[in-house]
Nanobody
Framework: QVQLVESGGGSVQTGGSLRLSCTTSSITDRYACMAWFRQVPGKEREGVASIFIRTGSTYYPDSVEDRFTISQENDKDLLHLRMNNLKPEDTAMYYC????????????????????WGQGTQVTVSV
């Protein structure tokens, strides 16, 4: 049973930083992609970072402009999303997601391709 639990959300001012975490202890197969998505009401879920667990290769969309970093903390079974220089438009519910894959090319930003999801953690960035 794969269970993902996010933590670390909160409220910050513009320019601030946050680090989100997601438990990964139930992801025992390293042929897996994990990703962070975000969603605001009325909009589609948007991918902001992904990682191929086996190699640690990371992927980002242009929209996060090198401000976000996804990383693994394997000894603690945690996945992190470090977010710097936060902007009001980063305000959203952030979700951790996972899927089992055969290679890194499947570490996409298409939410329907991910099988497992956490419950989300809210990030609010004020002006």
């Amino acid at each position: 049973q794969v269970q993902l639990v996010e933590s670390g959300g909160g409220s910050v001012q513009t320019g601030g930083s946050l680090r989100l975490s997601c438990t990964t202890s139930s992801i025992t197969d390293r042929y897996a992609c994990m990703a962070w998505f975000r969603q605001v009401p009325g909009k589609e879920r948007e991918g902001v970072a992904s990682i191929f667990i086996r190699t640690g290769s990371t992927y980002y969309p242009d929209s996060v402009e090198d401000r976000f970093t996804i990383s693994q903390e394997n000894d603690k079974d945690l996945l992190h999303l470090r977010m710097n220089n936060l902007k009001p438009e980063d305000t959203a519910m952030y979700y951790c997601a996972a899927r089992f894959v055969t290679d890194s090319s499947q570490c996409t930003f298409t939410p329907t391709q991910y099988t497992y999801w956490g419950q989300g953690t809210q990030v609010t960035v004020s002006v």
